[in-house]
């Protein structure tokens, strides 16, 4: 889709096009065009948060969509994002190709048109690769923005996010069989600007990374450590590690059957990650960023790797494994320990479907945020403050530290079922050291289902949470 400026002298008016106009509830409607506002009123439009119309005016050949954003004092940027991304599904369907948008106005016209432009890529995404025919809907191909001052530069840097978003649900989204570690390392060695290396499977051994090798034991795809470099700053660099496990079948503690196939999203953080990268290469960003992806299947097998079975990670630290259903804080703890001792990082964060003890306490909209930083921490909650992924701190104190301890081992893969995700934090609080370190657990936000609330603009299956929120984090850590 292209997305531009609108610019009224250069208007093709051969073109169909059609207007987006937002309104407030209750407010007289002067401005617009008097036909139009003759429409809206036999309509009985009433300019609430929900109320989209399309209009096609044949007399002066000209179409709308009227979008309503309710009543001014309780409008908020998410109130938009909301409402323009109903519009943009119900535009679709009329098949017009080019949409002029009109900004509401309310925030600085610049952070309007980044979130039109944003919220325009991530709303008319498809995955639409395994689809024979792919005619559900029309395409959108052009949107014009017309707002005040130079939109240019918000326009493209919300483009490159939202790009960069539907990058990484394009991974999360593919069948287990096909988005598999290669394929990861393949897509990440075509960003530019990023230098990619990979740690094989054969050296995870001699390494000491026990967690990756006891969990690709008995993978049949050939398990990876892809690390992406991008350093546009002399600062010391910010490492993000996404757990990328491509199909989490639980292994010999393996998962009932009704709902596994959903298990192809266990690689959400690991595509989080690469769609950050992409983003901040191709904003030209002026940071320096580490991501590492610890890629495997979990499967079992006569090789597999069995409960009671100890690992040393890369540490040193030994874990007992209780249940091989708890193998993404096992495989993270390598990459994490590893990328504290090779990039000795100023900070590391981790985004990770770590557990489904988050989900039932925070549900499909928020991720759990936990971390050794209290400075971090609240840089984290500010600016997921200003995006759609929201995020909520959760404690790791000495109780849950003393929920993993194993009588055999330094420590064990599961505390239990009480105060899951928070166990899961001690944990991986074990391979970070004194690094400041947050984690992200997205378990519940990383795709959708039938039961989560609905959204537009995130659609169905993979998400992309993470990618702008650690963007823009990590933009934040440089300045
Ligand atoms: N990938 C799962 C976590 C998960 C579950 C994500 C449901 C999204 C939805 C993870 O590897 C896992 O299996 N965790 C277990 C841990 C438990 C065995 C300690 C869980 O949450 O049940
Ligand atoms: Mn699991
Ligand atoms: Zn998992």
């Known amino acids: 889709m292209k997305i531009d400026v609108f610019d009224n002298d250069k208007k093709n008016t051969s073109v169909k096009s059609i207007s987006l106009i937002p309104f407030f509830e209750q407010e007289p409607v002067n401005s617009i065009n008097p036909s139009l506002k003759q429409a809206l009123e036999e309509i009985g439009f009433t300019g609430k948060s929900s109320d989209i119309r399309i209009i096609s005016l044949p007399t002066i050949k000209e179409n709308f969509c009227t979008m309503g954003l ?126 990619v290396s990979v740690i094989e499977k054969a050296q995870f051994k001699e390494l000491g990374m026990g967690g990756l090798e006891g969990v690709s034991r008995a993978a049949k795809e050939p398990a990876k450590l892809v690390i992406m470099e991008y350093k546009n700053s002399s600062d010391k660099p910010f490492a993000i590690i996404g757990k990328g496990i491509i199909f989490d079948s639980g292994g010999i503690s393996i998962k009932p059957s009704a709902g596994m196939q959903e298990m192809k999203f266990d690689k959400c953080g690991a595509s989080a990650v690469l769609g950050v990268m992409k983003a901040l290469s191709e904003m030209n960003a002026k940071v320096n960023v580490i991501g590492l992806a610890p890629l495997t299947e979990n499967l079992p097998g006569g090789n597999a790797y069995k409960p009671g079975d100890i690992l040393r990670h890369y540490n040193g630290k030994t874990s007992e494994v209780i249940t091989t259903d708890a193998e993404g804080r096992l495989v993270m703890a390598d990459a994490l320990s590893y990328a504290v001792d090779k990039y000795s990082p100023k900070a590391i964060l981790d985004i990770s479907t770590l557990t489904g003890a988050c989900v039932t306490a925070l549900g499909n909209n928020i991720a759990g945020l936990m971390g050794n930083s209290e400075e971090l921490v609240n840089k984290m909650l500010d ?77 169905k299956g993979a998400t992309g949470f993470g990618v702008r929120l650690l963007t823009e984090f990590a933009i934040s850590l440089f300045n």
């Not at 570690?181 to 600007?193: F, G, V």
């Not at 391979?431 to 936000?445: E, K, N």
């Open 70 to 195: 309710g009543k001014r004092d309780k409008y908020s940027i998410e109130v938009y994002r909301r409402a323009l991304s109903q519009s943009l599904r119900d535009i679709e369907k009329t098949g017009i190709a080019t949409v002029i948008s009109i900004l509401p106005g309310i925030d600085r016209p610049d952070a309007e048109a980044f979130e039109t432009a944003y919220i325009a890529e991530t709303t008319l995404y498809k995955f639409s690769k395994y689809k024979s025919q792919h005619n559900e809907n029309h395409e959108i191909r052009e949107l014009l923005i017309s707002g005040k001052g130079d939109l240019n530069s918000s326009l493209r840097m919300g483009q490159i996010l939202g790009k960069s978003t539907n990058y990484a649900r394009d991974f999360a989204n593919m069948p287990p069989s096909e988005g598999t570690p290669s394929y990861y390392e393949k897509l990440a060695r075509e960003l530019k600007n990023v230098k």
């Open 383 to 459: 600016v997921s403050s200003k995006t759609w992924e929201k995020v909520w701190h959760l404690p790791i104190d000495d109780d849950f530290r003393e929920q993993i301890k194993s009588t055999v081992a330094d420590i064990k893969n599961t505390g239990g079922s009480q105060g899951g995700a928070e166990t899961a934090g001690a944990f991986l609080e074990n391979f970070i050291g004194t690094t400041p370190w947050l984690h992200l657990d997205i378990a519940g936000t990383a795709w959708t289902q039938e039961k989560t609330a609905k959204k537009e603009y995130v659609g």
